[in-house]
């Protein structure tokens, strides 16, 4: 049965950045069918009144470590190396799949209730953190991180070659397309070329994308150029074929003219995580030089651990803002540079049609109260949702023309019994509470 969205002003995100006052939008399945200004006259499916709210597309998070919601606040007040080794490497050894479905449930939550529909989601225990984003109903490209520390590489025995070919086997594609596997390499610093050949083959062979962490702190940046002879990360990654698919890079702070020119040569999407990096004390990626060298940007909260919530609104208008101050522009990045990030640009970087109010495109959309009072005036509506919006303000997220939260209430998660897996049975395993 199709659904019409009806009272709403629609921000399409499509090129033209039109904004559509009194509009409607259909839906079916889980495709948008139509939109317009004018009410369909004789429709005959479900209505759902917007109470003159503001639709827009679902949000994409295009860089997320979801079960990191357990560590909140964990380990604050250290740079990147001395809070991975000290404090979350040594918690993240304890993980079960119990725990983790738990935390990633809480932190799936967290994210439907502030608007996003689409992560790309990067993890160990991968199988136990798809199996809540089965039930969640949100879409997802989830990756399990590899890494390689031995010497010599045999991919049939390291551990994430062994879970890269099951968890590509059991999930990809699952759901008609909403669940989507792909391949990864945690880092240059986290592994070696054995596992970066093997890791490009198998992508290009399975038709999979690539999630990696890119120069993201100075040291990795400079430390790997050490290691090979002046290379960057972007420039040793891409000799090794881990480029030759459809690609997301995290971070990319320390990237360089150079490295910009690889990425847009070879159509890779960067990941600007701008909360992680300040508070890691990283630093601010290039984001402007990133889109003027043709780079894809998109947005990403990172893990929880290092930001401390999922509310993307808030990353999204401090993606904005941050290369306004740094570049002493309040042109570098517009309004609608930030909800392109968190939207279609999203989208595009992780090789789904979503993003847009359009024709054909997945039906990710999220209502906003325009009555709640950080809203009220409305000059204009993308200076409204890149500026002043909370992901409070949401009061309806449909997932694939499927409403899975509305008015403060989860449709597909059990929140007290996740609050209370969390609390009983995950916070103790990891931290002996």
Not at 46 to 63: F, T
Not at 304 to 329: E, P, W
Request: proline share 3%.
């Amino acid at each position: 049965m199709s659904t019409m969205i009806y009272n709403v002003t629609a921000v399409l995100m499509d090129p033209a950045h039109t904004v559509l006052p009194n509009a409607y939008v259909v839906v079916d399945g889980h495709k948008i069918t139509d939109f317009g200004a004018q009410r369909p006259q004789g429709f005959t499916g479900k209505c759902i009144d917007g109470k003159g709210g503001i639709l827009m597309p679902g949000l994409v998070n295009a860089h997320t470590h979801v079960p990191m919601t357990a560590m909140r606040g964990y380990g604050d007040g250290n740079n990147l190396q001395d809070w991975l080794n000290n404090f979350i490497f040594p918690v993240e050894a304890k993980w079960d799949d119990r725990a983790i479905r738990a935390c990633a449930a809480l932190g799936l939550a967290e994210m439907i209730a502030s608007g996003v529909t689409c992560i790309a989601d990067m993890y160990m225990h991968t199988d136990a953190v798809l199996r809540e984003v089965e039930s969640a109903g949100i879409s997802a490209n989830v990756s399990c991180g590899g890494v390689q520390f031995e010497e010599p590489f045999d991919p049939d025995k390291n551990h994430d070659c062994v879970v890269q070919r099951a968890l590509t086997e059991k999930w990809h594609g699952r759901d008609d397309g909403r669940i989507q596997v792909d391949a990864s390499i945690h880092g240059e610093y986290t592994s070696h070329a054995g596992l970066w050949d093997w890791m490009a083959r198998y992508a290009a062979d399975h038709g999979l994308g690539m999630h990696v962490h890119l120069s993201e702190t100075q040291a990795e940046h400079e430390q790997c150029k050490a290691r090979h002879g002046g290379k960057s990360p972007a420039a040793v990654l891409a000799e090794h074929g881990v480029f030759d698919v459809r690609a997301i890079a995290a971070h990319c702070v320390w990237t360089t003219e150079e490295d910009w020119a690889i990425l847009a040569r070879k159509g890779v999407s960067a990941i600007h995580n701008p909360m992680s990096n300040l508070k890691l004390g990283s630093g601010v990626a290039p984001v402007v030089d990133l889109k003027k060298a043709g780079v894809n940007v998109a947005l990403g909260t990172d893990g929880v651990s290092s930001n401390n919530c999922t509310d993307f609104f808030g990353d999204m208008k401090l993606a904005a803002i941050l290369q306004n101050g740094v570049r002493h522009d309040p042109l570098a990045l517009t309004a609608w540079d930030a909800l392109e990030m968190a939207t279609v640009n999203g989208g595009k970087a992780l090789g789904r049609k979503t993003g847009r109010i359009e024709k054909g495109y997945e039906a990710d959309l999220i209502l906003l109260d325009s009555e709640a009072l950080n809203l009220i005036p409305c000059h204009d509506a993308a200076n409204n949702l890149a500026y002043a919006a909370h992901g409070s303000n949401v009061v309806m997220n449909m997932a694939r023309g499927k409403v899975i939260y509305k008015n403060g209430e989860f449709l597909t998660i059990d929140i007290e019994k996740v609050k209370k897996e969390v609390a009983g049975y995950a916070l103790p395993l990891l931290f002996g509470r």
